[in-house]
């Protein structure tokens, strides 16, 4: 009897870690992302940079995004994933790749609460992310070369608002 009650207490203890692990879906605990996408023109040069990229990735988030005026209360970095051929949009530093044929990318989800209980940015909260995003971005390479040499034509870093679905729009 008292093994049954162990076995029992030892499974239901590892449900519990197994549903905690796979926690809760990210995107649906904010309704505002940034989009960050790392590319560099071939696999070895796109992962070394985007390992420096993400190094640096939260202290510009709390110094760039973050700062005042508040438009954001706090950022929180998701999930990431890695394509080995892409395109990318644009160049946020405004560089073009010098070959586009085997680009990879990493990038990451960012979810972002905005403060005190607003629910959305309007149009010129829009344009101060949008110029922070290039400000992030500038850090972040400015950062990288003063500790390694690259080729700005080698990498990019780009920086995409996307607005998730309201809380009354989820399943």
């Known amino acids: 009897m008292l093994g ?3 076995n029992a207490s030892k499974s239901n203890l590892k449900s519990e870690w197994e ?3 796979k926690g809760v879906d990210f995107h ?5 992302f940034i989009l960050i996408e790392c590319v560099g023109i071939d696999k070895q040069i796109g992962e070394d940079f985007c390992i420096k990229v993400e190094n640096r990735l939260r202290i510009q988030l709390i110094t760039t995004i973050e700062e005042d005026p508040k438009l954001v209360e706090y950022s929180h970095i998701g999930s990431y994933w890695v ?4 395109r990318p949009k644009e160049n946020l530093l405004g560089k073009k790749l010098k070959n586009t044929d085997k ?5 990451w989800s960012v979810g972002l609460r905005l403060p005190h209980g607003k629910k959305d940015f309007d149009k010129a909260e829009i344009n101060l992310l ?3 995003f ?13 500790k390694i040499k690259i080729e700005e034509d080698s990498v990019g870093l780009n920086l995409f608002y996307e607005k998730g679905r309201e809380d009354n729009d989820r399943e």
């Open 83 to 86: 394509k080995e051929k892409c």
């Open 28 to 32: 649906k605990q904010y309704n505002h």
């Open 134 to 146: 290039k400000k992030f971005g500038e850090r972040i390479m400015e950062g990288i070369k003063n």
């Open 4 to 6: 049954q009650v162990h």
């Open 103 to 107: 680009v990879f990318c990493k990038y």
């Open 130 to 132: 949008e110029e922070r």
């Open 19 to 21: 549903k905690w692990l």
